[in-house]
Every structure is written in structure tokens, then in C-alpha cells.
């Protein structure tokens, strides 16, 4: 019998930050914490390195890392990793790497050239049929709920814009207290999805949570695999959102909802063209399109 392959971008929940901490003795935390709190300066580092810059002796380091349930300090540097993306603030993306380049034209380069990395990790780790199988989820729910605040707001209004045109019961939360009053009512039969980058907006995270307990099915759209995002999330897409300037590039992320608006308009094909078909005759001979 064939053996079934396994999908190449199933994000699993991981151990929380606060969880491997608490496996140390209070002593071992207060070494390591330095690391956990400015990883982007530890991250590089060899046993050695990071030992000498926490002034202990490798021994220790690795006794610390195995105590927190790291494999390996390999998986341990990952973890950092993906907690300086979290904790990435826009002065730290401001001043990294190709930030610094003398001129404007050279900037404007690089951020294009970063926009094009973040393009292609999505190409490159998108589960195709997962993203279809969340379509047929999204055509059968009773409800289904955008959550995002901030900047991601843009991307849940374009969800909703686009799924409202095939006729899906959609709904947006963008404010603190429309997450509140429209999560209150989620169950079983619908499905949230809550889009936050970094370490993620308090609103949308809180939102999430609540729908999770709820009982509806939950839904992420974050950057990294230690967001709060995906602890609360039945499946997560992880979306690049690196830039060599103060915010965030929303390339990828646009991308992703594009993809989305794409499976979902396939999953039931004929339905959509004879809603297309009607939009078409409204692109033609509608009042709201200008006319020279």
C-alpha cells in the first residue's frame, strides 16, 4: 500500500516560551533569560559563544537546552530564531541587513528583492491541498469570521470583499469591540480566522482564544511558528512579512488571501460563473463605472 505523504507545510502547535521556562531551576532561568529576551543577538551564536556571553561554561549550556525539551541546540537556535522574528520591532527591520545600504535607489532594491524571498517561501511551503481543503470548509460553514487589527485590517477586508461576492456568509472584525460582540455568537459550525503578524495584536489573539473555546473551527495566518496565533489555531499558513524598511511587507500575505478568494471560487465552479455572469453584465452597462 502506498505510503500517504505527509503535508510539506502543517504547521504543529510548539511548546510555549513560559513552558520550557518553567522546566528550569530558577537559577538556570535567570542565565538563559538574556537569550530569550534579545534573541536576535544570540541566535548566530555557537554553545561556546552563547556560554561565554551568558558566563557559564558550554556543559551548562547544553544541560539548559536539553531541560527546556529541545532536541538538539540546532532546533534550540531555531526557536531563537523564531523569536527574534516575533519580537521584531520596525527599528530593528530598519536597521538589519540591507537597511543600511548608502542609497535610496539601493533600498528600493533591496525591498523588492525581499518582496520577491517572501513570494517564493510561500510558493515553495503553501500546502495547495490543505488551502483547498479549507475552501470546501469555508462553502460549509454557518459563519465565518475574519479577525484582524492594525495594518492586517486591510487583509481581512479584502478576504471578506471577495468571498461576499460568491455569496459566503462573511463577517469582519477589525476593532476591539467587534471582535467581542461578533466572536460572542461563533459554535461548532463556523469557522474564524484571525490574521496578526509578529507577537501578535492582543485583540485578534484574544479573539481567537475566545472562538477556539467557543467551539468553532479556528483558522491563522502569522509569520512564525511561536505566535500566539498558532497556539490557538486548529491549522496555521505562515506568511513572510520581512522588509528591509520600518513596517511590514504585505506581498506574501496578499498573496496567500489571493490564493484563498482562488480556491474558494473553484471549489463550487459553476456557481461562481453565474454569479460572474450577472457581475459581467454590471461591468458592462452599471452606474458605477465611468463612461467617457
Not at 35 to 57: C, G, I, M, Y
Not at 100 to 128: C, F, H, W, Y
Not at 176 to 186: S, T
Not at 244 to 264: K, Q
Request: proline share 4%.
Amino acid at each position: 500500500m502506498a505510503r500517504r505523504r505527509k503535508s510539506k507545510s502543517r504547521v504543529t502547535t510548539p511548546v510555549s516560551l513560559s513552558t520550557r521556562v518553567g522546566f528550569l531551576t530558577p537559577r538556570r532561568r535567570e542565565i538563559i533569560s538574556p537569550a530569550f529576551e534579545h534573541p536576535r543577538e544570540f541566535v548566530l551564536l555557537s554553545v561556546r559563544a552563547l556560554a561565554e556571553r551568558l558566563k557559564t561554561d558550554p556543559a551548562t549550556m547544553i544541560r539548559i537546552v536539553r531541560g527546556m525539551k529541545f532536541e538538539s541546540y540546532r532546533e534550540f537556535q531555531h526557536y531563537l530564531h523564531e523569536l527574534s522574528i516575533a519580537q521584531a520591532t520596525s527599528l530593528d527591520t530598519m536597521q538589519s541587513g540591507a537597511g543600511r545600504q548608502a542609497t535610496v535607489p539601493a533600498k528600493i532594491k533591496a525591498s523588492l528583492e525581499q518582496d520577491l524571498e517572501n513570494l517564493k517561501a510561500l510558493m515553495q511551503g503553501l500546502d495547495t491541498i490543505r488551502l483547498a481543503q479549507l475552501a470546501r470548509r469555508l462553502h460549509s460553514a454557518r459563519r465565518i469570521v475574519f479577525l484582524g487589527g492594525d495594518l492586517a485590517a486591510n487583509l481581512v477586508k479584502f478576504l471578506e470583499y471577495q468571498l461576499a461576492v460568491l455569496g459566503l456568509p462573511v463577517a469582519v472584525a477589525v476593532l476591539p469591540g467587534e471582535v467581542v460582540h461578533k466572536v460572542r455568537h461563533v459554535g461548532k459550525q463556523d469557522v474564524v480566522v484571525a490574521v496578526s503578524y509578529r507577537r501578535g495584536l492582543r485583540q485578534t489573539v484574544e479573539g481567537l482564544r475566545q472562538a477556539r473555546a467557543l467551539g468553532a473551527y479556528c483558522v491563522g495566518v502569522t509569520d512564525t511558528l511561536v505566535s500566539p496565533i498558532n497556539q490557538f489555531a486548529h491549522e496555521c499558513f505562515l506568511t513572510r512579512v520581512e522588509t528591509p524598511s520600518y513596517g511590514a511587507s504585505y506581498v506574501a500575505p496578499i498573496a496567500l488571501c489571493n490564493a484563498i478568494v482562488v480556491a474558494c471560487a473553484n471549489y463550487r465552479r459553476a456557481r461562481t460563473l453565474a454569479v460572474i455572469k450577472q457581475m459581467a453584465l454590471e461591468q458592462k452597462h452599471g452606474f458605477r463605472w465611468y463612461e467617457a
